[in-house]
């Protein structure tokens, strides 16, 4: 398969421009927390190795995911889409956000724009809603194959999709202790219901009889799925080689969605089985932690029972 990819040319493959962007996002954050923070304030602290490899891990996979040839895999196959989806909005959410020192944070999520946004948009119910209701939508095939062949919609939703995720997260897993409000019961339930409402979209995906995507069932929907990554003068020169994705994959369109739909299904539940056995367990060191108080009439001669 790997050698079949090479005709999309490297620009396809390996989204230099893309690159460069995280490189620069990667570099601000080297700089606004390290040589630059005391522009910011006298005592505000570097981020721990923990946050550096949480966000440096974040950018490197968001370039794997939407730079490096997995992006072009998500193009032809709905299982690379899964995989694709399952890293961009479960797991580099929690990265991006674990990563950032407490200040920097507090100086955006601050300022008089994006303050009363991120006040309503991260309140549980609506960010548990907004997220899982589009993530879902997202997948309605309509609605699928229209965001696949308009470049400036796909753009649109992928980043729209991403804000939400990180709205979704921040109750859970906020790092600043004004906002760390929710419950660790009330989170773990916010919890399984996002796997509730995920696991319905994905049983849909999994038990369909027939392919429900054209983008990767149909020969013309799926070329045209294929210009928003590949440069037009080469999908231009490779269409009439083209046949569609079975050139690439040994499972037919069927195969391929339902394994998309268990990736998707599986790869949530890890992720957000390992996020509740974090919010349990340090609920229950907490827990374990506090002190009995003492009956109100005990003196330090009362006998012991």
């Known amino acids: 398969m790997w050698l079949d990819l090479q005709i999309f040319g490297f620009r396809a493959l390996w989204s230099p421009y893309f690159l460069t ?24 602290a570097k ?16 370039y794997a995911v939407k730079g490096s040839p997995v992006d072009l ?40 724009v994006i303050k009363p946004i991120v006040n309503i948009a991260t309140k549980p119910l609506i960010a548990l809603a907004v997220f899982n209701i589009s ?4 997948h309605v095939p309509m609605i699928f194959d229209f965001t696949k062949a308009n470049q400036p919609v796909h753009i649109a939703a992928t980043l729209f999709l991403f804000i939400a995720a990180l709205f979704m997260w921040w109750p859970i897993i ?3 202790e004004e906002r760390n409000t929710l419950q660790p019961l009330l989170k773990m339930g916010f919890l399984l ?14 038990f369909a009889s027939n392919p429900l995507f054209e983008a990767y069932s149909s020969t013309g929907a799926w070329i045209q799925s294929l210009s928003l990554c590949v440069p037009t003068d080469v999908l231009s020169g490779l269409s009439g080689e083209l046949s569609g994705p079975e050139m690439f994959s040994p499972l037919d369109a069927l195969e391929d969605q339902q394994l998309g739909g268990v990736i998707m299904m599986y790869l949530q539940e890890v992720v957000y089985g390992i996020i509740l ?25 009362s006998p012991a029972e």
């Open 47 to 62: 981020p721990t190795i923990l946050q550096q490899i949480f966000f440096y891990s974040g950018m490197f996979l968001i």
């Open 174 to 176: 906020t790092p600043l």
């Open 277 to 301: 056995a974090w919010i349990f367990f340090s609920w229950f060191t907490n827990r374990s932690l506090e002190i009995d108080p003492l009956p109100e009439n005990y003196t330090a001669d």
């Open 135 to 138: 993530f879902a939508l997202y």
């Open 73 to 112: 895999l998500s193009h032809i196959m709905m299982s690379a889409h899964m995989v694709q989806m399952g890293i961009l909005y479960f797991i580099t959410p929690i990265l991006i956000i674990r990563g950032l020192p407490d200040w920097v944070l507090r100086a955006f999520i601050n300022t008089p």
């Open 21 to 44: 962007f995280i490189i620069i996002v990667s570099l601000a954050y080297f700089i606004i927390t390290g040589p630059k923070r005391k522009d910011f304030g006298e005592d505000l």
């Open 193 to 206: 219901g996002s796997i509730f409402i995920v696991a319905i979209a994905c049983a849909l995906i999994i």
